[in-house]
């Protein structure tokens, strides 16, 4: 099986259970699944080694979708999405249309991108696309190509009314998607066209009926590249000015920061999107816009004075304003499909109050083994101290009615917050001496009568709900236990796993020891592969990992 295909569904788990429900929950639902990926790489590895991939259908580019939505019987539309690096968002816009349209009533989006192969990188580097330096200078000078980066992710989408008569957890709104083509007035087709990108932003921006004064942030591409991020740079200040000449207002200059994720985690192709979209959520619970890594100078070709955006230049306070804060999300393909979302903060209505418990409450806990529930005790302890403000009896309703149940497993009962912080500590370091714990597959006896609710669960049946519970709440997902899977046959020049720089003047084929020429150019969070050989090929260096 594509090992793409695994990494999504562990994802999707861990997306249904930080929204606070059981995969279960969602089993014959019209739920939709929109996945963006490219090419299988795997694939041709499978092939190059000469290993039969079997009849084809784990191998399928659309099986990266449908093998969510057998999994975890999704009944809503299936879709695989290849718009190049634009792909996440276009996906994203898929299932927003899908939704509004009534079709399905959730949509899970998901995106992938893995490096498994060496000629993307040769071709890459060969021309000249490939940042010569452990960075990516976004907008700015000497802006000389990007690196590359993986990703898998998926996120959860449901209707804003249907979310909050749920109770659900909500890290932000979707007010409006947009997508376009470059046609064919670009330079070349995989130029950025800066009509069809200005164009595309008014059509978001108008349709979702807003102020251009109020978008304050926008996560853009930065891809390194000197020509396309001028046209990236001028398209977004072009459409900017033109809505607010179109409703009559006035754009203060440098009222928008454009700042993007690839000098953080390189360009993640297909899942690029979806990084940034997770950025935008990030920063509106930072409250802070953060800054372009690694800039320096800015592009001398961008024309900056009297633009409406400037450039993340240092990390700012984005503070919470009268009305929501707004941020742009652009994303664009090789291909020449565009792409813009309008990310609006959620303002969170005041809950009724939940009514403390008179009786103790209880905090089940399942992992597959007993290793990996220390490890969750370990990661619930981090998120209660980290979120003092937590309801605990959201907590407790979240791990009650959103959690399946594994082989390791126990019941907590506690009634207040240092109490269930020192269970969860004992659990994690195997020492439970005093604490009142209902368990199986656990050490961890108790002289306390067995809860009825803790009985039933513990034997594997799934306890009725209750008629009110507390809102979700996102705590820590289940670890799950991993495993190695997928092709062994390979020759030594295939384990090849990281991309360092381009060489530039080295020797085909040269194999040597790391010289100061290339360790000068590792950044620190590489030091632990200073010992491995550097090989270099058609101008490309590698780090081997044997």
């Known amino acids: 099986m594509d090992p793409q295909q695994r990494l999504l569904l562990m994802s999707v788990r861990q997306t249904f259970e930080d929204a606070g429900y059981r995969h279960t929950d969602w089993k014959g639902s019209a739920t939709g699944v929109f996945i963006a990926a490219e090419r299988n ?13 079997g009849e084809g259908l784990d191998q399928a580019a659309s099986m990266l979708a449908n093998r969510v939505s057998h999994f975890y019987d999704l009944r809503g539309p299936s879709e695989r999405i290849d718009a190049m690096c634009a792909g996440g968002a276009v996906a994203l816009h898929h299932a927003v249309t899908a939704l509004r349209s009534g079709q399905i009533n959730a949509a899970i989006v998901g995106a992938c991108n893995l490096l498994l192969r060496p000629d993307v990188f040769v071709t890459l580097s060969q021309s000249g696309q490939m940042s010569p330096e452990p960075t990516v200078r976004s907008f700015g000078a000497g802006a000389d190509g990007y690196l590359r980066g993986e990703g898998v992710c998926s996120l959860l989408l449901k209707p804003l009314s249907k979310a909050e008569a749920d109770g659900d957890h909500i890290y932000g709104l979707i007010r409006n998607t947009a997508v376009n083509y470059n ?9 950025p066209s800066v009509s069809a990108h200005s164009s595309l932003v008014q059509d978001c921006y108008r349709r979702a009926g807003i102020d251009p004064r109020h978008v304050s942030y926008i996560e853009a591409q930065g891809m390194g590249n000197l020509v396309a991020d001028i046209a990236e740079w001028d398209a977004l200040n072009h459409g900017l000015l ?6 009559g207002v006035q754009l203060q200059e440098g009222q928008c920061a454009i700042s993007t994720l690839k000098p953080m985690s390189g360009h993640m192709h297909a899942a690029s999107a979806i990084g940034a979209l997770f950025k935008i959520i ?7 816009i953060h800054k372009i890594l690694d800039f320096e100078q800015p592009n ?3 024309h900056t004075a009297g633009q409406p955006c400037r450039l993340a230049t240092h990390t700012v306070d984005w503070p919470r304003q009268a009305t929501p804060r707004l941020a742009g999300l652009h994303s664009y393909g090789a291909g ?14 005041a809950p009724g109050r939940v009514v403390p418990s008179q009786a103790p409450l209880l905090f089940p806990l399942s992992a597959p083994t007993p ?27 979240t791990l009650k009615f959103g959690r399946e149940k594994f082989a390791a497993a126990v019941v907590i009962v506690a009634m207040e917050r240092p109490g269930l912080l020192d269970v969860l500590a004992q659990l994690h370091t195997g020492d439970l001496t005093g604490a009142v714990v209902f368990a199986k597959d656990v050490a961890a006896p108790t002289d306390a009568a067995l809860d009825p609710w803790a009985e039933l669960w513990l034997a594997g049946e799934r306890p009725m709900a209750k008629a009110t519970r507390a809102p979700r709440v996102p705590l820590p997902t289940t670890p799950l236990i991993p495993s190695r899977s997928g092709m062994t046959r390979l020759h030594p020049w295939r384990r090849i796993r990281l991309l360092v720089h381009r060489v530039q003047g080295a020797e085909p084929g040269a194999r040597t020891p790391p010289s100061k020429r290339y360790v000068k150019h590792w950044p620190k969070r590489w030091n632990s592969l200073r010992h491995h050989w550097i090989w270099t090929r058609s101008s490309v260096s590698w780090v081997l990992i044997r």
Do not use: F
Not at 242 to 247: F, K, M, S, T, V
């Open 300 to 302: 001398l070709h961008l």
């Open 282 to 288: 990030r920063s509106l619970q930072t409250e802070k």
């Open 183 to 191: 046609g064919g007035d670009a330079a070349s087709i995989a130029a």
């Open 242 to 247: 033109a809505l607010g000449r179109e409703q």
């Open 371 to 397: 290793a990996l529930l220390a490890l969750l005790a370990a990661q619930m302890h981090q998120a209660l101290i980290d979120e003092p403000t937590l309801c605990l009896e959201s907590v407790s309703d």
């Open 336 to 349: 020449g499909n565009n792409a813009h979302i309008l990310v609006e903060e959620y303002v969170h209505q």
């Open 41 to 53: 790489e795997y694939h041709l590895n499978l092939l190059q080694a000469q290993i039969d991939p």
